[in-house]
């Protein structure tokens, strides 16, 4: 995410072109992902007062997807031409994105969590009551708001190498850039095994394939977590690298992974806006009746 402006002077020709296909992507981004969270907001919402977990969890889902689609239009005009705002503006909207990266990831672990507690030990799920449920909500967003304060920090207003103004993370030395690629990394790792973890219980445990074909809901909560991953391993794998280049002092390498970064970036945002698609997918899922039932 720190690299989405980077561009390199001596590769005008290719950066342009990446940038101009990078901002096309973002900017399909921002007309389907806006609308389509705000529509399955409004849906939504209509559930809070039955105390459905689920659904909660996927509003506090389609927020965060929706803090960081609304900053798009301006990174789409720092993508084509340069950062043309103030400090606040980086620092606010930098923040915004972090901020929804970890909630997205705590997401996909309460989403996990709730959906092995509730089918195999049903009656541990109900002794938490509603007002565990809002403990859980509540710590899912402070936390967030938390981790995601290293970029009021880091974000800052600097000149690429192209010579444009550009908002970007801006580390003072090569330390501080490994370690906080390398936590990001490892909140990753963590909570797809975290994940990944419960739902090899969660199979083991009701030892039946068809289960997650049939429950509506399961269904629904494994596609979004799924396409979460899938869409932000690429961002991951070029962290690794810039750490690696980092470590071993291969510019070149460094500058090349940071040309292609903005595509990487662009599959974060496409995972924002992608959601919405999946719940109109299982729309039965949503269904007042099957929602109220299945998630108390």
């Known amino acids: 995410m720190q690299h989405l402006n980077s561009s390199n002077s001596s590769l005008?020709?290719?950066?342009?072109?990446?940038?101009?296909?990078?901002?096309?992507?973002?900017?399909?981004?921002?007309?389907l992902g806006v609308t389509g969270n705000i529509a399955v907001m409004v849906r939504l919402s209509g559930w809070l007062k039955r105390g459905s977990f689920t659904p909660r969890l996927m509003l506090s889902l389609a927020i965060s997807d929706l803090f960081t689609l609304i900053s798009l239009p301006v990174w789409i005009w720092a993508v084509l031409h340069e950062w043309v705002f103030d400090l606040v503006v980086c620092n606010l909207l930098s923040y915004m994105i972090y901020l929804s990266f970890y909630c997205s990831v705590l997401c996909m672990i309460l989403m996990s969590m709730q959906r092995y507690i509730q089918v195999l030990h049903p009656e541990k799920w109900?002794?938490?009551?509603?007002?565990?449920?809002?403990?859980?909500?509540?710590?899912?967003?402070?936390?967030s708001a938390v981790l995601s304060c290293y970029a009021l920090i880091l974000s800052n207003i600097s000149l690429d190498r192209g010579g444009r103004l550009q908002c970007t993370l801006r580390y003072r030395n090569k330390a501080e850039r490994v370690l906080t690629l390398f936590w990001e990394i490892i909140i990753f790792v963590a909570s797809f095994t975290i994940v990944s973890y419960f739902y090899f219980q969660l199979y083991r445990g009701v030892n039946n394939s068809a289960f997650f074909s049939?429950?509506?809901l399961t269904k629904l909560v494994t596609r979004i977590v799924v396409c979460f991953f899938i869409l932000w391993i690429p961002n991951q794998i070029s962290d690794i690298v810039i750490i690696f280049a980092a470590l071993t002092g291969n510019d070149g390498l460094l500058i090349s992974v940071v040309s292609v970064e903005n595509v990487t970036t662009s599959l974060v945002f496409i995972n924002s806006c992608l959601n919405p698609f999946l719940y109109a997918f299982s729309a039965r899922a949503l269904q007042p009746g099957t929602a109220g039932t299945d998630d108390h």
């Open 12 to 31: 005008t020709a290719t950066v342009s072109t990446v940038n101009l296909i990078t901002s096309s992507m973002l900017a399909v981004c921002f007309i």
């Open 126 to 143: 109900k002794k938490l009551g509603r007002k565990g449920k809002k403990i859980l909500l509540s710590g899912m967003w402070m936390l």
């Open 214 to 216: 049939s429950n509506s």
